[in-house]
């Protein structure tokens, strides 16, 4: 018999779809990602706790003529409440300013992600309590 000649359509049928090989490259990459998404999401959550404590205190205290002392108890207060893991309510800064108190929370979180390579995120959330 004589074997019919192969055409473009011919071929773009056996080239569908994805090698073996590439679909494990594909698939370490997106784990890869999807591995430091996993290491990186608790250092945001805690994040976002502190940045809430921070808002609250500026919620309770803007324009109540508050004073460092009693700034200082309602961040521990709030600390204690939210379970703040990584920086301790003695790492806020609460400094007097022209027109109030400026509160700082500024802090590093290194978290490890494979062998010795780690991630190190810095945060930084400030507000000014007026008086």
């Known amino acids: 018999m004589y074997a019919k000649p192969c055409n473009t359509q011919c071929s773009r049928h056996r080239q ?5 090989l590439g679909m494990i490259i594909l698939v ?15 250092v945001y ?19 109540a003529n508050a ?8 961040i521990s207060r709030r600390f204690d409440i939210e379970s703040v893991g990584e920086i301790t309510a003695r790492d806020v800064k609460v400094t007097k300013v022209d027109g109030g108190h400026e509160v700082v929370a ?15 995120v810095d945060f930084d959330k400030r507000v000014l309590v007026r008086r």
Do not use: Q, W
């Not at 004073?67 to 309602?74: F, G, K, L, P, V």
């Open 45 to 63: 959550l805690n994040y976002m706790k502190v940045a809430g404590v921070v808002s609250g205190v500026y919620r309770e205290f803007d324009g």
């Open 16 to 20: 569908a779809g994805i090698t073996t």
């Open 28 to 42: 370490a990459f997106v784990g890869l990602f999807a591995f430091a998404g996993i290491r990186l999401a608790p």
């Open 106 to 120: 500024a802090y590093s979180h290194k978290a490890p992600f494979v062998g010795n390579v780690s991630f190190v």
């Open 67 to 74: 004073t460092r002392a009693s700034i200082r108890s309602s």
